[in-house]
């Protein structure tokens, strides 16, 4: 059935209330084929690029399903539990959540680098939903914070993430807690075979729905690659930037102390900027993004923990100052852009030690990127000429014939005494006063 509009999908009339508030007139391809089936109790496998609108993909049935039930959620308890890989994803899903499902919905954000206490307290009244990531929540579980016996709904969000930034066993830990009458929904950007065991092992005759082919670029965003030695790209940088065209661009770097690296010498010449990364605490990565959403920084310099989780509106450029290691993660970075039908530009900075990484990118995306610019190395400079002392004319090769050595202590003045010791030395004797030590000594 071709699902033109959001009345077609089953969804109640309260649902549907707040979609139109929202703004939201038509489904996207995953809400479309994913919402049907999850409706109806079934268990979900949905393949789709961030950017695809997953999140009211997984939210709208839950918030329907929480609609028919009555009372509150016990002590403690939570009806639905949705696992996200990073903050600012859990973060993006709480705000949406919100504004689909008004201020009746009672939701708790379980993650690291914020108030641990503030959230026990949350829990222990009960709430409809918790937004968590997997290392804080499996925390609040061994420490009987929080109970999953009741919960009815599970939902994995970026599990290819989830698996590569390593919470597999914290994720089977949390299902296990759940226990099997659950429905679960699992979206994954990417099918590696780790996916589809860890599918294997938490669905139940899943439907599996795919918006379109893993590792996809969207046809809205313009791609192109600079190329640049590694020493010239602050200049290539400054460049772009000088274009009023770029009005609001995530500059991605390959590790943390390169973010923050990029984002000093940007405020050196005189661009706004703010970093994003690990390091930063909860509060300086929220307010980091809030500045850059509100427009008042132009600028946000982030690593891959922003590749997925980040929804900013009307995000016009995507730079990658320096690909990633992971292929898989350049998808994910230009996905920034281009969202929801609006057009974007990619740009790759690359030098030449990256030469490999950008062909392992236009390998997985299957098209080849248009290149403009060369990779200027530094010039060497040559070593300075030796000067040769006073007295000495060139070394031929094979060395220097004695005939042109100079001789040694010429020109200096010594006592007649000195001078035959210097004499005796040259023919192969002693001075007549080292001979005379080593009598005594003796």
Request: hydrophobic content about 40%.
């Amino acid at each position: 059935m071709n699902h033109s509009t959001f009345t077609t999908l089953g969804l109640p009339a309260n649902i549907l209330g707040a979609l139109d508030k929202a703004g939201f007139k038509t489904p996207t391809a995953i809400q479309a084929k994913a919402i049907p089936p999850q409706l109806q109790r079934r268990d979900i496998l949905g393949i789709a690029q961030t950017g695809s609108g997953k999140t009211a993909a997984f939210g709208l049935p839950i918030l329907a399903g929480i609609a028919e039930l009555t009372g509150r959620p016990n002590p403690m308890t939570t009806r639905a539990l949705i696992l996200a890989p990073t903050r600012e994803l859990a973060v993006q899903i709480d705000e949406v959540l919100h504004k689909l499902g008004g201020t009746r919905l009672s939701t708790v954000l379980v993650l690291g680098g914020t108030s641990r206490n503030a959230q026990i307290q949350k829990i222990a009244k009960g709430v409809d939903v918790v937004i968590a990531t997997p290392g804080r929540l499996v925390d609040l579980l061994d420490d009987k914070k929080l109970r999953l016996n009741e919960t009815r709904w599970l939902v994995l969000d970026e599990a290819d993430r989830m698996l590569d930034m390593g919470f597999i066993h914290p994720v089977r830990k949390i299902a296990a807690a759940i226990g099997p009458r659950r429905q679960t929904a699992l979206f994954s950007a990417t099918m590696a075979k780790e996916v589809a065991e860890l599918a294997a092992g938490l669905l139940n005759d899943p439907v599996r729905v795919e918006a379109q082919p893993p590792a996809t670029t969207v046809g809205t965003i313009e791609q192109r690659v600079i190329l640049s030695g590694s020493k010239q790209k602050r200049e290539e940088l400054n460049k772009l930037l000088a274009d009023p065209a770029l009005q609001r661009v995530i500059i991605f770097s390959r590790t943390k102390h390169g973010a923050d690296r990029v984002a000093k010498n940007l405020a050196v010449d005189g661009h706004e900027a703010a970093a994003i990364h690990g390091n930063k605490s909860q509060n300086a990565r929220q307010a980091a993004l809030k500045g850059f959403a509100s427009g008042a920084v132009r600028i946000l310099v982030a690593t891959d923990i922003a590749a997925r989780g980040i929804d900013v509106p009307n995000i016009t450029h995507v730079i990658n100052y320096e690909l990633p290691d992971d292929a898989e993660n350049y998808v994910h970075r230009i996905g920034r852009t281009g969202r929801n039908g609006a057009s974007g530009v990619a740009i790759t900075l690359c030098d030449g030690t990256e030469r490999a990484k950008l062909r392992d990118v236009e390998r997985l995306i299957r098209r080849t990127l248009p290149v403009s610019g060369e990779i200027k190395e530094p010039v060497a400079t040559q070593p300075k000429a030796k000067v040769p002392h006073r007295g000495q004319g060139p070394k031929p090769e094979g060395g220097r014939p004695n005939a042109q050595r100079p001789q040694r202590n010429a020109g200096r003045h010594f006592s007649g005494a000195k001078k035959a010791a210097i004499a005796g030395q040259r023919q192969g004797g002693k001075p007549q006063r080292s001979r005379q030590k080593q009598r005594v000594t003796a």
